[in-house]
């Protein structure tokens, strides 16, 4: 009876023990990993192609199957920040870390454009093609059928600043009529993500100055365009957040 008891008191600590991890957000059998790809945005003006990139860093976290709330739960940690293209006479365009309708477009991209498997473990094999593909790929304009139908962009949201010392500025860009904004003759080619293994691009401060100052500048909702998702401003250009 007391080896049983010395038995049942081991087996508690195990399950506290996993409670805690568990509810800490930990995986005990985590398979993805962190990887880097380079987001590439080129756009045809009559002064000829002009290119702009930055190498993106995702940490994908699985939850355990006994993990609270959301066992199986996928989140990613994104470190990296906006495209720029400069299209010359002060004319910027910006592919953000995020899409129209998706705030982790920036984490789930690689993913997403890669073979999907079934089974037990679909997800490693996932990631582990994803990786194993070097060579670029195109972004499509929409994921799926589904997608097309319900005008559910994949591109990055695309943006410009009239002034690029006023993040009021801001202005929303479509990337099927970049003309509408920066003149005639400009177009976006296209948009591909690459694996690499690049260190993850900075200094985008040096272009926006206000970008690390922006919660202290007291601008609220009304001071941008109604259909631009304001949120955590500098958030939609550097990331390090688990979503």
């Not at 199957?65 to 199986?72: C, L």
């Amino acid at each position: 009876m007391q080896q049983f008891g010395q038995i049942t008191r081991r087996m508690s600590g195990w399950v506290m023990l996993c409670l805690a991890l568990a509810v800490a957000g930990c995986s005990l059998t985590d398979q993805t990993p962190v990887y880097r790809y380079r987001l590439t945005v080129e756009v045809d003006t009559p002064d000829g192609v002009k290119t702009g990139s930055s190498v993106i860093e995702v940490d994908t976290e699985v939850a355990g199957g006994y993990s609270i709330p959301t066992p199986g739960r996928v989140t990613n940690r994104v470190r990296g920040e906006a495209v720029t293209v400069d299209l010359g006479e002060g004319r910027v365009l910006f592919a953000l870390l995020r899409s129209e309708a998706d705030i982790d477009w920036a984490g789930r991209v690689m993913y997403r454009l890669s073979p999907q498997y079934a089974g037990e473990n679909a997800l490693r094999d996932g990631y582990r093609n994803m990786l194993r593909h070097r060579p670029e790929r195109t972004v499509p304009r929409h994921f799926s059928r589904a997608d097309q139908v319900n005008k559910r962009s994949a591109y990055p949201m695309l943006v410009t600043f009239g002034d690029l010392d006023d993040p009021a500025s801001v202005e929303r860009v479509d990337p099927d009529d970049l003309a509408a904004t920066f003149g005639e003759g400009v177009r976006l080619k296209r948009i591909t993500v690459q694996i690499t293994d690049d260190p993850v691009t900075s200094g985008i401060e040096q272009r926006l100055g206000w970008l690390g100052n922006i919660r202290e500048m007291n601008l609220s909702n009304e001071d941008f365009p109604e259909d631009f998702p304001v949120g955590d401003f500098s958030g939609l250009f550097q990331k390090d957040t688990m979503r």
